[in-house]
């Protein structure tokens, strides 16, 4: 009879973690490169969201970047996407990188502005844009939207991307590993302010690190593409001792977005936590601290606000138009 009990008493012990677990819903955070900014800071979310969302887990992974995490929730297999704001435009649009169909993508915050990085050091003979011609050049990993942007660029200082240079597809880790070698003689990436990559680059001895402007050709972008692109600046010192001089570069912003389809809650308490915990997330990346409520407009966002973060900005009184 003792032995029936424990039986019992294990059989319901067991039915009732499996139950627990079955109860625990497990999200998925797209991000890029393990050696950029989305990745680390996909990390920090994922522990916010698991000490704050009651039987919730989350968990970054590592992607090629906005075009491929676009992919991923657009087709339902992640749940939350960190990209740029020119990827997200064509995705709802069925365009460029989405010429087979438009995605059902909506946003939850606006984040932080993405830097545009052509990066060269001294040897290579490059100093302005145009001097890529004829150069050893990586565009950006394939599924990213450093290569969507990095051919815009290109475009608007009038070069061909397949003729003017040739081109690799690497990601911003093996693009600082391939200068080092000498095996690319610049390099294209868009990122947050300091990606850890760079610094790495900017860091190592013997060499000067050489960010190359293309604010000058901003206007033909925004002509183009609309007024998703701005000219901004890095600053001298971003990227160690050997930058020495403001880098005039294009930004655009990112966004955290999901599928259309996210239950509403969800989506609330998502954008809740990226707004209200953003400090904690700074200490992943300072550039959490970007991620501020006048910053959640309609024009930064690029494609229509989930319901649920609209309903967490009007609580709140935040003003998207």
Request: hydrophobic share 45%; glycine share 10%; net charge positive.
């Amino acid at each position: 009879m003792k032995r029936l009990l424990a039986l019992t008493a294990g059989a319901a012990v067991a039915f009732t973690m499996a139950a627990a677990v079955a109860q625990t819903k497990q999200l998925s955070i797209t991000t890029g490169g393990t050696g950029g900014v989305y990745y680390p800071l996909g990390g920090g979310f994922a522990s916010i969201i698991g000490k704050n969302i009651p039987n919730t887990t989350a968990a970054a992974e590592v992607t090629g970047g906005s075009v491929a995490n676009l992919q991923l929730i657009g087709s339902g297999r992640a749940d939350i996407a960190f990209a740029q704001v020119d990827a997200s435009f064509d995705a709802i649009n069925g365009v460029d990188k989405f010429a087979s169909g438009k995605l059902p993508i909506q946003a939850l915050t606006v984040m932080y502005p993405n830097h545009m990085h052509v990066v060269t050091i001294d040897g290579t003979g490059i100093t302005k844009i145009e001097d890529l011609k004829g150069k050893r050049v990586s565009t950006g990993s394939p599924g990213s939207a450093t290569e969507v942007f990095a051919f815009r660029v290109i475009e608007a200082a009038g070069l061909d991307k397949d003729k003017d240079m040739r081109r690799e597809r690497l990601g911003v880790a093996e693009s600082v590993n391939a200068i080092k070698d000498k095996k690319i003689d610049a390099f294209f990436w868009v990122g947050g302010l300091p990606t850890a990559a760079v610094t790495d680059l900017g860091a190592t001895p013997g060499t000067k690190i050489r960010l190359i402007d293309i604010a000058q050709n901003v206007d033909k972008m925004v002509a183009k593409y609309g007024a998703i692109y701005s000219a901004t600046v890095i600053p001298k010192g971003t990227y160690g001792a050997t930058h020495e001089t403001d880098n005039k570069n294009v930004a655009v912003w990112n966004i955290m977005a999901v599928n259309a389809s996210m239950p509403e809650d969800l989506a609330y308490q998502l954008t809740k936590l990226m707004l209200e915990k953003r400090e904690e997330l700074a200490l992943t990346h300072k550039e959490a601290l970007n991620i501020k409520a006048e910053n959640q407009t309609k024009a930064n966002a690029g494609v229509p606000f989930h319901p649920g973060a609209l309903k967490y900005f009007a609580e709140k009184g935040i003003k998207v138009d």
